[in-house]
Nanobody, 118 residues
Framework: QVQLVESGGGLVQPGGSLRLSCAASGSIFTHNLMGWYRQTPGNQREFVAVITSGGSTNYADSVKGRFTISRDNAKNTVYLQMNSLKPEDTAVYYC????????????WGQGTQVTVSS
């Protein structure tokens, strides 16, 4: 089995910063995607950012220029540096691990709460 453990959430003022971490363990295919999604009550889980095992990144328009995703392949860990936080960034943030060989599989972390409020 694969397990993803998240940390780094909390309460921060508008304009502040947080750094989320997610460490994956278990049997993990080398070529994979790790990403971050977020969800608020009553809403669909939405894409935030993704990074390939080769280091290519993509971001949602709402966070582009403010958030930075990175990873440490040796540690199977993905990070999300969140700067210039806004109240609308408040959500439960989930990390995701995906690969597509021999078929597509997804694994999710337990979620970590990020609250942006003064």
């Amino acid at each position: 089995q694969v397990q993803l453990v998240e940390s780094g959430g909390g309460l921060v003022q508008p304009g502040g910063s947080l750094r989320l971490s997610c460490a994956a363990s278990g049997s993990i295919f080398t070529h994979n995607l790790m990403g971050w999604y977020r969800q608020t009550p009553g809403n669909q889980r939405e894409f935030v950012a993704v990074i390939t095992s080769g280091g290519s990144t993509n971001y949602a328009d709402s966070v582009k220029g403010r958030f930075t995703i990175s990873r440490d392949n040796a540690k199977n860990t993905v990070y999300l540096q969140m700067n210039s936080l806004k109240p609308e960034d408040t959500a439960v943030y989930y990390c995701n691990l995906r690969w597509s060989f021999p078929s597509t599989v997804d694994y999710w972390g337990q979620g970590t709460q990020v609250t942006v409020s003064s």
